[in-house]
């Protein structure tokens, strides 16, 4: 009988931890459920891209039917929270139905053949995790896998000079951020980071060609989506000089507000220069073009290394004159060049730096930032800090320079 007493006692002890088990069991599998927030669609240059902006990491599967032409997406474990989009490019119609084990099937009408491809993107500080589905037309891609997004053709950019040449102009990459399905930070006005700074990107571009001896590219001139490593890389196609991101930044705090400058920093650098070692077939690319594959791993290393702290130290003394331009023309946020490990910085040959122009978060700031005299105003400063970059530091072969040497010597050289 005391037995059976004591048996009782510790199971009454138990039972309020034996109640939270089973409730808990009973809705893991809810909680389990990844949202899906937004469904986006915009052209690509290879075709039309979809992009769904999750709560959490999920398990898809993607494939095509026929009679008629339909990709068929799979999420399981998911929930839809968001409204379809309308169709648009290759699409014709979508709908969306629930799988069993709480998952969700989005079905997505196309007219004419396709191929199909899946890729996600990581959560990050200022955007949620992301899958992505892409439809192109047939030969444009041919697979299915979850990887990181594969970049596009370089087509914004063309290559403009050759090392070698003399009596070059100056190139200027100019990048403006985010684009197509990733639009980046939102003012409460409905802003969007996207598109301000593809209108100050173009700004820019415009005053740098209007200096005789200095040329801009653009890494993107229109509303579509390019990856961090592909604008870096289209810089490189163009053997760029020097590579210019503008951005617009975003913070929870709307009280704060004002222009930084980044650079890359030595933690975000040590970590490029394992990756080219790693990457040895794309090494020539990444370093401008110097041949590493016959080189001791060490001296490429070395090589590596030595180039990545020219460049940093180059981007550092002409970001100092684009925050310092800035400065003259409104509140700067921070007062020296910031270092961080953007990925769109690094590259081990060509200086680099990001712009954050203002805070769109910020009240004030959207409502400048939507005003096309102070995008110019903006694009004004940075040019300016360019422009007494190269003065002093104008690369040789340019014709900045052979006039620099000119002036030295007493003689004048016209450039036009």
């Known amino acids: 009988m005391m037995e059976k007493d004591f048996r009782g006692m510790k199971l009454a002890r138990l039972a309020p931890v034996l109640t939270l088990l089973a409730f808990v069991a009973g809705v893991s599998s809810p909680l389990l459920a990844a949202e899906i927030r937004e469904v986006r669609i915009a052209a690509t240059e290879a075709g039309t891209r979809v992009v769904l ?8 599967k993607a494939f095509l039917l026929d009679d008629p032409g339909r990709v068929v997406l799979d999420v399981s474990k ?7 989009p309308v169709a648009d490019a290759q699409i014709t119609a979508l709908r969306s139905g629930k799988l069993p084990h709480n998952g969700t099937r989005l079905v997505f009408e196309v007219r004419g053949p396709v191929t199909i491809q899946t890729s996600t993107l990581a959560a990050t500080g200022n955007s949620a ?12 891609a041919t697979t299915v896998r979850a990887t990181p997004v594969t970049p596009a053709a370089p087509v914004a950019i063309r290559p403009a000079h050759a090392p070698a040449e003399s ?4 190139i200027i990459a100019v990048d403006a951020g985010h684009g197509g399905v990733d639009p ?20 820019l571009a415009a005053r740098i060609n209007q200096e005789p001896g200095m040329k801009a590219v653009l890494t993107r001139d229109g509303d579509y989506f390019i990856s961090l490593r592909e604008r870096n890389l289209r810089a490189q196609k163009a053997r760029a000089d020097l590579f210019v991101s503008i951005h617009a930044d975003s913070i929870a705090n709307p009280d704060v507000s004002g222009s930084s400058v980044y650079v890359l920093s030595e933690r975000g650098a040590t970590n490029e220069q394992a990756r080219v070692l790693a990457e040895r ?26 180039s990545q702290t020219a460049s940093i130290s180059a981007s550092l003394v002409a970001a100092d004159n684009v925050l310092k331009a800035l400065d003259r023309i409104g509140e700067v946020r921070k007062p020296r060049v910031q270092q961080a490990g953007f990925v ?14 203002a805070f769109i978060s910020n009240r004030e700031d959207e409502r400048k930032l939507s005003q096309p005299a102070h995008r110019s105003k903006l694009a004004n400063a940075i040019f300016s800090g360019i422009e007494l970059y190269f003065q002093v530091n104008a690369p040789d072969g340019t014709r900045l320079a052979a006039a620099r040497r000119g002036a030295g010597a007493g003689a004048q050289v016209e450039l036009r």
């Open 53 to 60: 902006e999750l709560s959490g990491p999920v398990k898809h």
């Open 78 to 84: 998911s929930t839809l929270k968001s409204r379809l």
């Open 129 to 140: 995790e992301r899958l992505v589905l892409d439809i192109n037309a047939p030969g444009a």
């Open 167 to 170: 009596g070059r102009d100056i």
């Open 184 to 203: 980046g930070a939102s003012g409460r006005r409905g802003t969007r980071e996207k598109d301000v700074v593809l209108e100050i990107a173009r700004a």
């Open 281 to 306: 077939e794309n090494a020539a690319d990444l370093m401008g073009g110097i041949e590493l594959d016959d080189k001791d791993p060490v001296l490429r290393g070395v090589l590596i290394d030595l």
């Open 344 to 357: 769109v910085l690094k590259s081990p040959a060509i200086p680099s730096m990001l712009v954050e122009t």
